[in-house]
């Protein structure tokens, strides 16, 4: 992985499928434990450990509840646990993310819905001040990954689940908001929490994350293989501003 052009003691968020990289010894502590060598003693890593499973406005929870009654519905609410940085699980996320979540010393931050977990000097600065009612702007570690122009590794994964897309989201002129609910604890209380944030859109991630990879003659993404899986690694930097660029076009083309 350091062919690609890792940096030595510089921050790097993770975005892992280990289905796509296929079998390796060690399983999935072997390639954390290779990143981190790669990173240095003074590197940091950094994965994301969303929960939309404890929101019902999430995708995710509209597709558990397709086709259920209303009394199904109300159960599967009255199920759904708080969110808690300590002990909920993000297994949308993945085994990587996962297996980064769990390690001892990692740090992870306080967003019900949107958190990230990190390893390495700068883990507890990176992660100590996420707004609870912004997902992934300007007061969320995305700003702060922006500022210490952190690379990004998508391994065995596509453009589609580009976190860092989001951030420009977050940059364009007036950007569309919406409403989200999900489940928190307050002094010892489950509740349901509302609020207001950006709409978040994935669904043109892959072609926008298509156009980034050609711009520039292919300068700003380097690819290669690992495992069974491809590749691609980039600064963060060019990718926030490459959506805030080109979002407004490409979903205005959509209207």
Not at 14 to 29: D, E, L, N, P
Not at 74 to 89: G, Q
Not at 137 to 160: C, I, K, M
Request: a neutral charge.
């Amino acid at each position: 992985m350091a062919g690609l052009g890792l940096e030595r003691n510089g921050v790097l968020m993770v975005h892992a499928s280990m289905r796509a990289v296929g079998t390796v010894r060690g399983g999935v502590a072997a390639v954390i434990g290779a990143l981190r060598d790669a990173l240095g003693e003074d590197g940091t890593l950094v994965v994301p450990s969303f929960t939309p499973e404890n929101s019902d406005t999430s995708p995710h929870y509209l597709e558990r509840v397709r086709g259920l009654t209303d009394r199904a519905r109300k159960e599967v609410r009255a199920s759904m646990p708080p969110f808690d940085p300590a002990t909920s699980a993000a297994p949308s996320m993945g085994r990587l993310s996962e297996a980064v979540r769990l390690t001892s010393g990692a740090a992870r931050s306080g967003h019900p819905q949107t958190s990230f977990t990190a390893l390495g000097p700068l883990a507890g600065k990176l992660v100590a001040h996420h707004r609870p009612d912004c997902h992934l702007g300007e007061d969320s570690p995305l700003a702060g990954l922006y500022d210490v122009r952190a690379q990004v590794l998508l391994l065995g994964t596509g453009f589609d689940t580009c976190t860092s897309f989001h951030l420009g989201e977050y940059r364009v002129p007036d950007p569309p908001r919406r409403t989200y609910r999900c489940v928190v604890t307050t002094d010892g209380r489950r509740h349901w929490w509302e609020y207001e944030d950006v709409a978040l859109d994935d669904s043109d991630f892959a072609a926008l994350g298509a156009e980034f990879e050609r711009a520039d003659d292919g300068a700003a993404v380097r690819s290669g293989p690992v495992g069974s899986a491809t590749a691609r690694l980039f600064r963060l930097t060019d990718a926030v501003d490459f959506a805030a660029r080109s979002l407004p076009r490409h979903r205005a083309a959509r209207r």
